[in-house]
């Protein structure tokens, strides 16, 4: 069971009509096959589905229920059938659009489903043959990747499937926190506002929110990371043939050029992909099934049209979003839940970093020793000063300090104090009690707690 965030028990979002409301109420009618986008302002937004069917990235509205909507939320509500919709707020855009990529998404859902069809019909003993799908969805930063993905997870939920989530992206933390990877089953199409139960996930700490270009990033710990939940995922899958068969869907970073093109190529490979759908870019799409049609043969390449409600993210919009996913861990969607603060003595616990190497120069090396820094060295880190104040652990399931690359976390912590004179150190927690495991990994992901 996973030590996971309060986002395990999410707050009841659901409101029925007696609510009072803002007094801007606005009827919006959707032909067919349209949407109405739209970005919450800085106050929350009420909606609802007055008449038809319609759907917030594959996953159904229910009739007349007022759902509420997050400040700066952007989405779409979407019809096959026609609808109206009834919005109770000012919010900062909202639009109607009839073209959009939605046919072309639902025929590769209808093709992953085929498939998922025939894996679990196989009576084969072929490993291969009871396989379903395995989707990883690439593209530019901004294109809908995320997007696409709750869609064909959420309608594959929908049809009975449990289908494994993939996240790749450190960048969001969709599923727990940034600078983590982790992988969950869907069992029901994905809320549009509340997050994922957390009580099923695997998750591993790369704690940074970058695999390149920053200091402390670190390619070689990201793939070993990506690897290991892999493997993982490979071996439940073994003993699962229903999830085996629902196959899973991988979300990757926006990160195309250079490393980032590697990093895909390795995951393509790692998680053995069978479908690669590629958003928005041209140049992406030819280079993938040029290198895949040589390499691998049994890979399709498909190209799909970036959805012109796509909204492009600012970086403060994004560093702030990271922000909102920590305090969310912590202290749930709408602040309803409060974390625990523990107070532990710094030989109770024992922190560790991955990766870095020696920091004194060559001459002052011993003769022989290695310049070049392990990227997977596993290198105690002294408590006894104040720079893991406003740090974000993670609380590795290692039993021993070596096994901590290998090992995936059961949740996190968030250092609020240091005392060295009495050697204390206190943190948030989302549970009680004491920590599944006294040993901790800290990155460069850190937060402060009043920019919440
Ligand atoms: N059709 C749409 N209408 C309105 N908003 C949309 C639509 N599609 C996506 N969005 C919004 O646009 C933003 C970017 O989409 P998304 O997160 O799917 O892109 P991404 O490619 O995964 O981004 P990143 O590169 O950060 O991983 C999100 O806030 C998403 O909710």
Do not use: C
Request: charged content about 20%; proline content about 7%; glycine content about 8%.
């Amino acid at each position: 069971m996973a030590y996971g965030g309060p986002s395990m028990n999410p707050p009841a979002m659901m409101t029925t009509g007696a609510v009072p409301g803002s007094g801007n109420l606005k009827q919006v009618k959707l032909e067919r096959e349209s949407e109405l986008r739209i970005e919450v302002s800085e106050e929350p937004l009420r909606l609802r589905l007055v008449n038809g069917t319609a759907e917030i990235f594959g996953s159904e509205l229910p009739p007349e229920i007022w759902r509420t909507f997050p400040p700066r939320l952007k989405f779409a509500v979407f019809t096959w059938y026609g609808a109206t919709i009834e919005m109770d707020g000012v919010t900062e855009t909202d639009y109607t659009a009839d073209e959009t990529p939605m046919v072309s998404y639902i025929n590769v859902h209808a093709i992953l489903d085929a498939r998922r069809r025939l894996a679990k019909a196989s009576t084969s003993n072929e490993p291969e043959s009871s396989q379903g799908p395995r989707v990883i969805v690439v593209g530019p930063v901004d294109s809908g990747k995320s997007t696409l993905t709750k869609m064909l997870l959420s309608w594959a939920a929908k049809q009975g499937w449990k289908p494994t989530f993939v996240d790749l992206d450190v960048g969001q933390g969709s599923i727990t926190i940034p600078g983590s990877i982790a992988a969950t089953p869907i069992e029901m199409p994905l809320d549009p506002v509340e997050g994922f139960t957390l009580d099923m996930a695997l998750v591993y700490y790369y704690g940074h929110i970058t695999p390149s270009g920053s200091s402390s990033a670190n390619i070689e710990l990201y793939k070993t990371l990506v690897k290991e939940l892999a493997q993982v995922l490979e071996r439940q899958f073994v003993g699962n043939p229903e999830s085996r068969a629902a196959g899973m869907v991988i979300n990757t970073m926006g990160w195309i050029e250079g490393p980032g093109y590697e990093l895909l190529l390795h995951a393509i490979d790692t998680f053995n992909a069978s479908v690669v759908l590629v958003l928005g870019q041209e140049k992406l799409f030819s280079r993938l099934k040029d290198f895949l049609s040589r390499s691998k043969s049994n890979v399709d390449v498909v190209k799909l049209h970036k959805s012109g409600g796509v909204v492009a993210r600012a970086r403060e919009f994004r560093q702030s979003s990271r922000n909102s996913r920590i305090q969310e861990y912590f202290y749930g969607l709408s602040k309803e839940l409060s974390p625990y603060a523990n107070t532990s003595s710094f030989s109770d616990l024992q922190v560790f970093r991955i990766g870095g190497g020696p920091q004194a120069p060559m001459s002052a090396l011993p003769i022989g020793s290695d310049r070049v820094s392990n990227p997977l060295r596993v290198t105690p880190v002294n408590i006894d000063n104040r720079d893991l104040l406003h740090s974000v652990l993670a609380v590795s399931y290692a039993e021993e300090p070596d096994q901590i690359v290998s090992s995936n976390v059961s949740g996190f912590v968030y250092v609020t104090e240091v005392d060295i004179p009495r050697k204390k150190i206190t943190y948030l927690a989302p549970s009680p009690g004491t920590l599944p495991s006294k040993f901790l990994i800290a990155g460069s992901l850190s937060w402060l707690e009043s920019t919440k």
